[in-house]
């Protein structure tokens, strides 16, 4: 149930709140959301909000990855090791990837561009939007949170900061990524051999192609929580103001 209804006479809302989260209009730079996508194909859709094509890609870019052995050709890269980098690469899984990886970039980049003006657009309107929802399966309101506290929580587990800041379908596809690469990368393990000063077990048991995903995944979750929160707090603090002015202030005095 929401307390706002459309009407014919808004072109554009600056947010809209629903029980699965906040999707709302703000100002990106276009080469920092094509860089998440560079560094994993959908991040930068899930940062415009636009989680359906972010999802396809993220799932995308997992399967295809693996195919190719990716990962372990920039592992092998990294360490010199060139000749093993061009052995281990999947030239016909290799050539698929390619396309959609550069498209997803392109995309991410053009996507912003369009936004960023629709942004602009939004905010000369000013039509109004909802600050609350409540349904039978969740509840969901504006207010102020804390974009240190959306941090901590995305460096324990990523997904957690999402949740913190109400992205439930965001921390949903967090969450069951961050499942899947720690599982199969078997880094918990290796952590449990590392503690015990076991270091070599602990090298061993890792599998690196599934672990050179983790990096982007907290990193990602780390700056998506943190942003989230602060324009949030953004929108929040704009509601109460028209709401204040719109209610309060023209009885006593005009600005």
Request: glycine share 4%; hydrophobic share 50%.
């Amino acid at each position: 149930m929401n307390n706002f209804k459309p009407t014919n006479q808004e072109r554009r809302f600056k947010a809209y709140v629903s029980i699965f989260g906040i999707s709302q209009f703000h100002l990106q730079n276009p080469y920092i959301i094509a860089w998440w996508s560079a560094a994993f194909p959908g991040f930068g859709h899930i940062l415009l909000s636009k989680y359906l094509r972010a999802f396809a890609l993220i799932i995308w870019e997992v399967l295809l990855n693996n195919m190719a052995n990716i990962n372990h050709a920039i592992i092998y890269s990294f360490t010199g090791n060139f000749d093993m980098a061009k052995a281990v690469l999947e030239p016909k899984w290799m050539l698929l990837y390619l396309p959609v990886y550069i498209f997803t970039i392109w995309d991410s980049y053009r996507t912003t561009v369009d936004m960023n003006k629709i942004t602009i657009l939004a905010e000369r309107e000013d039509a109004n939007f909802n600050s609350f929802a409540i349904g039978s399966l969740e509840i969901n309101y504006l207010d102020k949170r804390s974009p240190l506290m959306a941090v901590v929580w995305s460096l324990f587990t990523p997904g957690l900061g999402q949740l913190y800041t109400h992205r439930i379908i965001s921390a949903i596809i967090t969450l069951s990524f961050m499942i899947i690469f720690v599982y199969f990368s078997n880094v918990l393990l290796a952590i449990h051999f590392l503690f015990s000063g076991n270091i070599e077990q602990a090298t061993e048991v890792i599998d690196p192609q599934w672990f050179l995903f983790i990096p982007s995944q907290i990193g990602f979750a780390v700056y998506a929580s943190y942003v989230n929160t602060v324009e949030d707090n953004k929108l929040y603090e704009k509601e109460q103001r028209k709401f204040l002015k719109e209610n309060y202030q023209q009885y006593r005095v005009k600005i």
